[in-house]
T-cell receptor, first 114, second 107 residues
Framework: GAGVSQSPSNKVTEKGKDVELRCDPISGHTALYWYRQSLGQGLEFLIYFQGNSAPDKSGLPSDRFSAERTGGSVSTLTIQRTQQEDSAVYLC????????????FGQGTRLTVV | GIQVEQSPPDLILQEGANSTLRCNFSDSVNNLQWFHQNPWGQLINLFYIPSGTKQNGRLSATTVATERYSLLYISSSQTTDSGVYFCAVVRDDKIIFGKGTRLHILP
């Protein structure tokens, strides 16, 4: 696609429910990143993928968070048993090659846990 | 890990004024980008600038990699320039962001 696409744009969920957030990177980009931004805060690194593999999962805040990437393209971030502190904007970015080329961000998914 | 520091944290200017935003980083990096986060939260790419100088309209940026800093210049500010400006570097396969400079342009 022309840009990084994330869905849904907004998600309101009840505490304790599971949610899935989707990221469709720019075609041909092999590196994919997930970030989280709480209200008024900076960007917190969650995880990155090179192809389908995720060498570094250290940024995931708890074992309720998981992510996968299939076919080297679309990625899904899953949050199980959501908590109110999970409320944030979740941003996805992609680049041609990790670390050495320009990264582009999607518009984000605003998650609200009530 | 690498530290990315931006200054000033907040800046309030009158429309038409010029400004310089600074980004210092504590170690060598593979690349550096400047982003503008608009009021709707979208991160807009401004410059991909590991070194050297680039210009795009009223905006320009300079990175001196050997001295570990980058500068973003905004000339003739407009209200649409308001938002948060982030500097980001890549280190150990992570994009590491500074805390940003929040810019308010008053009409």
């Amino acid at each position: 696609g022309a840009g990084v696409s994330q869905s849904p744009s907004n998600k309101v969920t009840e505490k304790g429910k599971d949610v899935e957030l989707r990221c469709d990177p720019i075609s041909g980009h092999t590196a994919l990143y997930w970030y989280r931004q709480s209200l008024g805060q900076g960007l917190e690194f969650l995880i990155y993928f090179q192809g389908n593999s995720a060498p570094d999962k250290s940024g995931l805040p708890s074992d309720r968070f998981s992510a996968e990437r299939t076919g080297g393209s679309v990625s899904t971030l899953t949050i199980q048993r959501t908590q109110q502190e999970d409320s944030a904007v979740y941003l996805c970015a992609s680049s041609f090659v990790q670390g050495f080329t320009e990264a582009f961000f999607g518009q984000g998914t605003r998650l609200t846990v009530v | 890990g690498i530290q990315v520091e931006q200054s000033p944290p907040d800046l309030i200017l009158q429309e038409g004024a010029n400004s310089t935003l600074r980004c210092n980083f504590s170690d060598s990096v593979n690349n550096l980008q400047w982003f503008h986060q608009n009021p709707w939260g979208q991160l807009i790419n401004l410059f991909y600038i590991p070194s050297g100088t680039k210009q795009n309209g009223r905006l320009s940026a300079t990175t001196v990699a050997t001295e570990r800093y980058s500068l973003l210049y905004i000339s003739s500010s407009q209200t649409t320039d308001s938002g948060v400006y982030f500097c980001a570097v890549v280190r150990d396969d992570k994009i590491i962001f500074g805390k940003g400079t929040r810019l308010h342009i008053l009409p």
